[in-house]
Each structure stands twice: as structure tokens, then as C-alpha cells.
């Protein structure tokens, strides 16, 4: 049975996704493991770039891991292994991975 693996991840500019896709190479080219790509998305959407006030604005919610709301993730009981890419926010876990936090 192959080993399935769900990779939840949030990035902007997209260099994280990147990143944790370079990681999971070696993996992703094996036969006998399947690695779901789910992609986190914010609702609103944070800006990019940011403006000054809406990057001091998210400073209360990421050091209280208070989440947005997100698309939902498939359900982590499918999975052998669940990857969470996050970005760093204000020294925590970046929000709109927050809520996926065990
Ligand atoms: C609101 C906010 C707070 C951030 N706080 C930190 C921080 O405390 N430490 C840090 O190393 N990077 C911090 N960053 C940079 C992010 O970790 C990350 O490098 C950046 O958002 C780019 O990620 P991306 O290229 O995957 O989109 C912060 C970025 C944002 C938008």
C-alpha cells in the first residue's frame, strides 16, 4: 500500500511552496508514495505586497494563532503523514496555517 501524504501550505510569493516541494522530491518520485498538494486560501486574501498598516494590523492574530477563515483541508485521517509549510508571522506559525495546528 503506498504511503500517502498530505502537504498543507500557504505562501504568497510562492518561494515556501517551492521549498517544501524541493524537500518532498525524492519522495514524490517514488512509486509506492502519494503526496496531495493542498493549498491554503485565506478569506479575505492578505495583501502582497503589504502596506504598513496591514502588516502591523496582523500582529494581534498571529501571536494569538487566532486563524482566518481557510478553504478546508482533506481530513488528516487519510494520511500516513501530514506536512505543514508555514511561514514564520511575528514569530509564530503564519495565520492561515494556524488553524491546522494539532
Ligand atoms: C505579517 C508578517 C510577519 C512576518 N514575521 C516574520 C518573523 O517574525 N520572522 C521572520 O523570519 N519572517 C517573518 N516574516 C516573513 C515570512 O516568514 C516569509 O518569509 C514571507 O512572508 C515570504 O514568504 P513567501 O515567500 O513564502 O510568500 C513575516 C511576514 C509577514 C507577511
Known amino acids: 500500500m ?12 510562492g518561494q ?10 525524492p519522495l514524490a ?17 492578505y495583501p502582497f505586497p503589504w502596506t504598513f498598516r ?6 494581534p492574530e498571529s501571536v494569538y494563532l487566532d486563524p482566518p477563515a481557510v478553504n478546508a483541508p482533506p481530513s488528516e485521517a487519510d494520511y500516513d503523514l501530514v506536512v505543514l509549510a508555514y511561514q514564520v508571522w511575528f514569530l509564530a506559525p503564519s495565520t492561515p496555517l ?3 495546528l494539532p
Open 2 to 13: 503506498a504511503l500517502r501524504i498530505l502537504v498543507v501550505h500557504y505562501s504568497q510569493t
Open 16 to 25: 515556501l511552496t517551492r521549498i517544501v516541494r524541493s524537500m518532498l522530491a
Open 29 to 45: 518520485g517514488q512509486s509506492d508514495v502519494r503526496i496531495d498538494w493542498h493549498a491554503v486560501v485565506p478569506e479575505p486574501a
Open 54 to 59: 496591514t502588516f502591523l494590523d496582523a500582529f
Open 98 to 100: 494556524a488553524g491546522e
